[in-house]
């Protein structure tokens, strides 16, 4: 059995994935409103709205606090000769080989809020989806561009 790969992401991603998930909780408060107007409108038990706050604050903490540590400690990637491998998922541990000779072209992506934490996402493009290896340092994330792609030419002129 092919070991786990050894190479982690930047610790600056656990930052990064909780202020994204915060921002996207204003969309559950914005529920949470809404349905406190229609809790006083229709006149529903004020349980009802007890349980929407409950609900709020366990996706809160799942979504904020457990799942990116979950997420940072799984996610793992090692570029090879002739393969990418990448491991990542919180619950269901997913495993995946790119081929060098699949490798079409490799692009580094930043975003507002991993810019502000000088990280980038590699983006690897096959002819059949884009694979990511998500905040990496920005130097490194520029290193291992530019080595995916020196290495998918060299596979490309072997072909």
């Known amino acids: 059995m092919r070991p786990e790969p050894k190479q982690m992401i930047d610790r600056k991603a656990l930052s990064v994935w909780r202020i994204s998930a915060a921002l996207n909780s204003i969309f559950y408060v914005l529920l949470i409103v809404g349905f406190w107007f229609i809790q ?3 006149e529903f038990p ?4 007890l349980i929407a706050g409950v609900l709020f604050v366990l996706i809160f903490l799942l979504t904020v606090v457990i799942f990116p540590s979950m997420q940072w400690k799984r996610w793992r990637f ?19 080989l790119v081929p060098m000779v699949r490798v079409q072209h490799v692009d580094t992506r930043q975003g507002p809020i991993l810019k502000k934490f000088h990280l980038s996402t590699v983006l690897i493009s096959t002819a059949a989806t884009i694979h990511e290896i998500p905040a990496l340092d920005e130097e490194q994330a520029d290193q291992v561009r530019d ?6 030419r060299v596979t490309e002129d072997d072909v």
Request: net charge positive.
């Open 78 to 96: 090692e570029v090879h000769e002739h393969e990418i491998d990448l491991q990542h998922g919180i619950f269901i541990k997913k495993r995946t």
């Open 46 to 49: 004020w349980w009802t709205l």
């Open 147 to 152: 080595y995916i792609s020196r290495l998918a």
């Open 40 to 42: 006083r409108s229709f």
